[in-house]
């Protein structure tokens, strides 16, 4: 199964195209910019890579409390408006994705859309350093945290997949 797994953050969004059946990484990359960059960039990895899984890391949890934020000295939540506008640039591209998906279902293509949930508090995601990226996915070059996280939001949408399934 080849997966697009997507990583919207603030400032960049990672993106990361994978096999997992061979797994191994297909294409990495990091774009920053405005919604328009960085759909084009994720249209530009589907079209060269044909997946049938577009997985995308939401920010809001089931619990609907923020996962990620930093609490300042007095304990209360830091940079809320930048939390804010993470969680419309998200849901912005899940909204383009939800239609995009539709629309290629209907042409007839498998594609499935999967929101991966945030992992919860910061620190008890998915997340590997480069070197331990390498290894599991059998890559030589460099990446980004963006890009690798993009993959473990891919791999992760796909167990839920198949835990769906039994």
């Not at 049938?52 to 940079?79: H, W």
């Not at 995601?125 to 059998?138: E, H, S």
């Amino acid at each position: 199964m080849i997966a697009l797994g997507i990583d919207p953050g603030c400032t960049a969004t990672g993106f990361a195209v994978v096999d997992l059946d061979a797994h191994k990484v297909l294409a990495l990359r990091t774009v920053k910019g405005d919604f328009e960059a960085r759909r084009q960039a994720a249209a530009d990895m589907e079209i060269r890579h044909h997946p049938t899984l577009v997985a995308i890391q939401v920010p809001i949890p089931e619990d609907g409390k923020i996962a990620f934020y930093n609490r300042g000295p007095d304990g209360k939540p830091r940079n809320v408006a930048a939390m804010i506008r993470h969680t419309a640039a998200t849901y912005e591209l899940v909204g383009y994705y939800r239609g995009a998906v539709r629309q290629a279902q209907e042409m007839g293509f498998a594609l499935t859309l999967v929101e991966v949930c945030s992992q919860g508090r910061k620190g008890q995601g998915l997340k590997m350093d480069a070197k331990r990226f390498n290894i599991y996915w059998q890559y030589e070059g460099r990446s980004s945290e963006h890009a690798r996280d993009a993959a473990a939001i891919a791999a992760q949408a796909a167990m839920m997949m198949l835990g769906a399934k039994a």
